[in-house]
């Protein structure tokens, strides 16, 4: 089966046999994927885990034989994620490799065609490139056929995270094929046009764009073609340029959470070994937590070597979970940002391009610990559409209720009318129970809060 992600390029696509993800090499591509294996860039970029390391299968798999020229398997990524759920330090990480990879090919007379940030994932804890056919051969004065992708899918929205508001990220998952320059150029503030970079990368290069916008030239004839000494000054600038760029301090609503509960240690402690518990007996290959906060419960997870995804909505918690993730160099772990009340659909062409949060599960197993008050208060879900739309990601469930007494949900309430009359415990257990069995209850001691381990129960169509 065709990936629908892959349908736009030539030299190519990504299919699924048996389970297993497999790439057509195309016989169009023969020259160009024959140059960069036996060139040294592949060797040299898969040994640096910047590219992902494929092995060359019998080309009879192929959905389309007849055109096919190689078939890949590359290595498995853990987690398919998209740039609008990454942090600030998450998309510019991927820029640098993106630029890297470009500049480290023209010393192998190769260069980047395609610099979109959906050509890289995050595995084992950093970004490594997945687009094998995203190579082509350098020609002699050629420009970089990807600048514009690069500024669109990088450039511009971490500018504009940098400058002006780190939400405005979520600006790619309206524009996925990069947010547009003139669009950028118009939301950065005044002084960025002092910024000689953004300067040159953002505002004149959306001039260039709107001047030739409407125009037709032949290929030989529009401007920019550049030497290969000035196309190597390019990316540095553009890394540079990159690199300068840093997220103002942010206010984080959640990112302190564990030092404002009402948790006493000993608590704290108690909830940590009972969901360790809970997570060994259930025995998961793979497991998502809901509302991760920077990740203190997640590890209990990926500590044990399981693959783990942590989501919260806080760009800040998740910042600071990825900056553990790579100080700590842990391999099982992936922060995410993601709204739970609003979580990434399916997009693209015919819906199919970009997965939905629902379509990259289920996962063995799914934590949402100090969540549901959020969700069922904060955002008026009943507790029974709760239920069935975790049913949905896993088919085991850590999950806390806190009830109405306990402060943060008190927090909650103050700002607002009790029209919650069914948020009790046994409303909870109630609701909960027409989608899964309770296997274990546990309260945590020392507060008012209950752990529970649950599993999807079976349905018979």
């Known amino acids: 089966m065709k990936l629908h992600s892959s349908f736009r390029d030539p030299s190519g696509f990504v299919f699924q046999r048996e389970g297993l993800l497999y790439r057509q090499v195309n016989q169009s591509y023969q020259e160009t994927y024959e140059q960069l294996m036996s060139s040294g860039l592949y060797q040299q970029l898969s040994s640096a885990r910047a590219l992902i390391p494929h092995e060359e299968c019998p080309v009879d798999i ?14 498995p990524i853990p987690f398919v994620s998209y740039p609008y759920e990454w942090c600030f330090d998450q998309l510019k990480d991927a820029a640098v490799l993106t630029l890297s990879i470009a500049r480290r090919a023209l010393q192998y007379d190769m260069i980047l065609k395609d610099a979109s940030a959906f050509n890289v994932q995050f595995q084992k804890g950093r970004p490594i490139f997945i687009d094998t056919l995203s190579f082509d051969r350098y020609q002699v004065g050629a420009p970089w056929v990807a600048y514009k992708q690069f500024c669109q899918h990088f450039l511009a929205p971490l500018s504009l995270m940098a400058k002006t508001d780190f939400r405005l990220n979520q600006l790619l998952r309206v524009y996925i094929d990069g947010i547009p320059l003139d669009l950028a150029s118009a939301l950065l ?12 990368h953002i505002h004149l290069h959306a001039k260039t764009q709107q001047k030739y916008a409407d125009r037709e030239y ?29 997220l103002k301090t942010q206010k984080s609503e959640w990112g302190d959470y564990y030092d404002k509960t009402n948790y006493a240690q000993t608590a704290f402690e108690a909830k940590h070994e009972i969901v360790r518990a809970f997570i060994l007996r259930a025995d998961p290959g793979s497991v998502w937590d809901l509302g991760a906060n920077t990740g203190e419960f997640s590890r209990a997870a990926s500590n044990l070597g399981i693959q783990t995804t942590a989501f919260d909505i806080d760009h800040a918690a998740v910042s600071r979970n990825y900056a553990l993730v790579k100080q700590n160099k842990e391999t099982n772990l ?63 469930l850590v999950i806390e209720f806190i009830p109405k007494s306990d402060s943060q949900v008190k927090r909650l309430l103050s ?17 909960f129970r027409k989608y899964y069995e309770i296997v274990e209850e546990a309260p945590i001691a020392g507060s008012e809060r209950t752990l529970y381990l649950m599993q999807r129960k079976v349905t018979l169509a």
């Open 189 to 200: 503030p005044g002084s960025s046009w002092l910024n000689p970079p953004l300067l040159s």
């Open 415 to 431: 700002s607002r009318v009790d029209i919650f009359p069914d948020y009790t415990k046994i409303g909870f257990e109630n609701a």
């Open 62 to 75: 192929a959905p389309n034989p007849g055109t096919a020229y190689k078939v890949i398997k590359p290595a």
């Open 218 to 246: 032949p290929q030989e004839q529009i401007p920019g073609r550049v030497s290969k000494n000035a196309l190597e000054a390019l990316l540095y600038s553009l890394l540079s340029a990159v690199r300068s760029l840093k």
């Open 334 to 396: 992936l922060p995410l940002c993601m709204d739970l009340t609003n979580p990434s659909p399916a997009l693209g062409w015919n819906c199919s391009e970009r997965m939905s949060l629902v379509e990259r599960g289920p996962v063995d197993l799914v934590m949402a610990l100090a969540l549901v008050h959020h969700l069922a208060i904060s955002n008026n879900t009943p507790l029974e559409d709760l239920a069935s739309f975790f049913s949905q990601l896993g088919g085991w």
